[in-house]
Nanobody, 119 residues
Framework: QVQLVESGGGLAQPGGSLRLSCAAS????????MLWYRQAPGERRESVAT???????KYSESVKGRFTISRDNAKNTVFLQMNSLKPEDTAVYYC?????????????WGQGTQVTVSS
């Protein structure tokens, strides 16, 4: 059974920081690309950061220079360090594990963790 469990969300002030974690089980973690998505109320879910199984990293323009994605394959965990937080970063943040197999892509989602940026 595949599980992705996010943690680290909460309330932060504008300009503050939070560090999200996503612990994976039931998959060969090191062979999966890991992504962080977010969804604000009334908005579409959007990808904010990606780290592939080779270690390539990509960010959305809205978080570039402020967020840092990393992974620890020994601990089956992916992180999202969020600095210089803005009110518009408020959203539910989701972890996603993605891999392309011969039969097509397969992905898994965590349950999400709420991030609220407010003074």
């Amino acid at each position: 059974q595949v599980q992705l469990v996010e943690s680290g969300g909460g309330l932060a002030q504008p300009g503050g920081s939070l560090r999200l974690s996503c612990a994976a089980s039931g998959i060969n973690f090191s062979r999966y690309s890991m992504l962080w998505y977010r969804q604000a109320p009334g908005e579409r879910r959007e990808s904010v950061a990606t780290i592939t199984f080779t270690g390539s990293i990509k960010y959305s323009e809205s978080v570039k220079g402020r967020f840092t994605i990393s992974r620890d394959n020994a601990k089956n965990t992916v992180f999202l360090q969020m600095n210089s937080l803005k009110p518009e970063d408020t959203a539910v943040y989701y972890c996603n594990a993605y891999k392309v197999f011969d039969g097509g892509p397969r992905d898994y989602w965590g349950q999400g963790t709420q991030v609220t940026v407010s003074s």
